[in-house]
């Protein structure tokens, strides 16, 4: 019966050593008796045998327990002896062992399957984040590959004019500026002295026309400018009509989004309840109370099951976003090229 005890509570100890129950260990106190599954065996297959031989151990059907000595025995299989440890487990009756057993196994299949059916809605939620991503960059503009290309170099052959061509001119005509306005000082000098024309109104009309050049330069470059700025006009009519549909869009997306991150919030506090209900099981587990490791358990599952309808809740807002996304679209361009649908953008 001892031993059979033992097999029983190395069967515990076993499941509650698997991956579900194994990762919430880190910050937590572990039981005292420490083994390694093995990742191939279930834990619906860790339901203890005995063997007839006093000397034999009953062992999991598909588990290996790593012992500290091994004993042969005459049955074909070979049973091997728990590790020692530095703390000692109270003994517990075969029949509480298979309670305490039966209880956290029903538990444990729940969690198991929650974790599961997280896992899936994980991998809905970053998969739905990326088609509203995608769909997003093709509905922002209205305009094609080619006519963007357009519309930056025109914007660019402009700005190049201006650096290298229209502004050397205005320091030039602001130069010729002040030495008019310093000649007409003098100017005006020369008459108070006596001389009625003034002794520099040569270089003053020298000046002027020097003035007038410039001021025709530039306006000759500005009329260039401006033509260049006629041509991509229609893009960018097309591109603020396109910029004030996206903002409407926006104002629709913006309250699904604001209610998305008051969820995970909301998500955020149930995460910490979480790792309080885990912490909880494994201080009962220690004790040896079996009400307070399946109370532990149950509110595990509650709060994981909250926090799945919290994520479910959230991939219904994202599935909003979609739909909002898909129904935007902007008016074709007035010409042969595709349409916005099939554009992307360059960002």
Known sequence: MKREATAMLLALHLLMAGPVFAETTASTSTPAITVTPDTTATPTALTPTA??????????????????????????????????????????????????????????????QLRQQDQALQNQLKEQDRQNQEL???????????????????????????????????????????????????????????????????????????????????????????????????????????????????????????????????AKGQHATLAASWKAFWGAIKDRNLSGATAALDQVISTKTQIIAYKQQVLALKQQVNSVYANFSVAPAPTTAPTSSSATTSN
């Open 136 to 266: 997003a960059k093709s509905r922002v503009s209205a305009l094609t590959e080619a006519e963007k290309s357009q519309l930056q170099q025109a914007r660019e052959t402009n700005k190049q004019m201006i650096e290298t061509q229209i502004k050397p001119l205005h320091d030039q005509l602001k130069s010729l500026t002040d030495q008019l306005k310093t000649l007409r000082e003098q100017g005006k000098g020369a008459v108070k002295s006596g001389d009625p024309r003034g002794e520099n109104i040569p270089e003053m009309v020298a000046i002027r026309e020097q003035i007038n050049t410039l001021k025709k330069q530039i306006a000759d470059l500005e009329g260039q400018r401006k033509t260049n700025g006629t041509t991509i006009q229609p893009l960018r009519d097309r591109q603020k009509e396109a910029a004030a549909a996206w903002k409407s869009v926006h104002e629709q997306v913006s309250p699904l989004r604001d209610q998305q991150k008051a969820i995970w919030e909301q």
């Open 51 to 112: 063997t007839s031989s006093p000397a034999a151990t009953s062992t999991p059907a598909t588990a290996s327990i790593p012992a500290a000595t091994s004993t042969p025995t005459s049955s074909p299989s070979t049973t091997t002896a728990p590790a020692t440890s530095s703390e000692v487990i109270p003994e517990l009756p075969a029949s509480d062992q298979q309670q305490w057993y039966n209880a956290i196994n029903a538990k444990y299949q729940q969690i198991v």
